[in-house]
Structures are given as structure tokens and as C-alpha cells.
């Protein structure tokens, strides 16, 4: 599952993660809008905010259910059948992370088990790939622009008519939990 935030976007995810199920097998790839130059310490920030255990995605690693995972500066990662495999970004490319292209990877490996969730933040990156994940029959959640520091994404996203939901933050882990737990029960014949 991927989760998207950028400009306004921590206080959000934090919203988000605290309320985040500890009892549904997913594991949650936070995407942030970050220039090359940010040092964050975003493993620690968010930490304090979750007792699900929080990684920074190494290559080859296997990916584990109930777990938060943070893409290592200056890397791109793809999923792929059930691991993390990283590849060295451009150095003439102006963010550290590209929205539509994760999420667009995110809908080509996991289709129809493909969730994204958009944060608050600036701009038009992420609509493609919230396209790719909604043509390959996964979810998308938006942040309720109301509920939103800098609405530019999530009202973009919104007028796109992708999202299965528009929600706060504080209430998305419930509707992800709904979710997982409905696509995980198979219909009795």
C-alpha cells in the first residue's frame, strides 16, 4: 500500500498512522515529497507515532505485513513478487520521489490488491498513477480537502474522479481495515 504526502503533509501522516490497525496484514510505503537535499528523520518521527515497527526499505528485502517502510533518499523502489528491490535515481531528477510512478508500479505488481492513499500536499503529481491503481481495480483514498493543510493534491485527485473514498486522515485506517479484511473473505459457493 502506498502513501502519498508532500507540502503539509507530516502532522497528516502522523493523523494517519496513529490510527493506523495493528490486526490487518498490510505493510504501508510512505511516499514523501522531499527535495534530494532534505535530511529527514522521518523513521524517528514516525515511530512516535505508531507501535507498528517503522523500516527504511533495503534492496532485496522481503516485505512484511503490519510494518511502515521509507524509501531510502535518492532511490526508487518497485515491488516485486513479495520483496523490495531499489534502483539509483537520476541525480538531474528535481524531487526524491515520484508519486505517479510508484503508484503506477504499486497497480502494475499488486493489481487489483493495489492501495494508494494521498496526504495533503501541493501540485498534480500522483493522478496518473492513482488512474493506474483505479484501471487495475485497487483503491484509492484522498484527505478530505477540508480536512487539509495544502488541498492542491487531494483536490486535484478529487476533481480526477479516481478516489473510492474521500476521507480524514484519522478515520482512513478504519476504512483501509474495512477494506482488506472484505477483499481477504471469499464468497461461499
Do not use: W
Not at 40 to 69: C, W
Not at 119 to 147: C, E, F, M, N, R
Request: with cysteine; hydrophobic share 35%.
Amino acid at each position: 500500500m502506498g502513501i502519498g504526502a508532500s507540502a503539509g503533509g507530516e502532522s497528516v501522516l502522523y493523523d494517519f498512522v496513529e490510527n493506523l490497525p495493528r490486526d490487518v496484514p498490510a505493510a504501508y510505503v510512505v511516499v514523501r515529497h522531499l527535495k534530494r537535499d532534505h535530511q529527514s528523520q522521518m523513521k524517528f518521527l514516525i515511530s512516535r507515532h505508531t507501535t507498528l515497527p517503522v523500516f527504511t526499505i533495503r534492496d532485496g528485502e522481503p516485505i512484511r505485513e503490519n510494518a511502515i517502510y521509507l524509501i531510502p533518499e535518492h532511490k526508487d523502489v518497485f515491488v516485486t513478487e513479495g520483496h523490495f528491490t531499489l534502483q539509483d535515481r537520476s541525480l538531474t531528477e528535481g524531487s526524491a520521489i515520484d508519486l505517479d510512478k510508484f503508484f503506477t508500479r504499486l497497480a502494475h505488481s499488486s493489481g487489483c490488491r493495489a492501495v494508494a492513499v494521498l496526504l495533503s500536499g501541493i501540485g498534480a503529481d500522483g493522478a496518473t498513477g492513482l488512474g493506474a491503481i483505479t484501471s487495475h481495480g485497487g483503491l484509492v483514498i484522498i484527505q478530505d480537502p477540508k480536512d487539509s493543510k495544502y488541498d492542491g493534491e487531494p483536490e486535484t485527485k478529487v476533481a480526477s474522479e479516481y478516489p473510492n473514498a474521500i476521507l480524514p486522515a484519522r478515520v482512513m485506517g478504519q476504512r483501509l481495515a474495512e477494506y482488506i479484511r472484505s477483499s481477504m473473505t471469499t464468497p461461499s459457493e
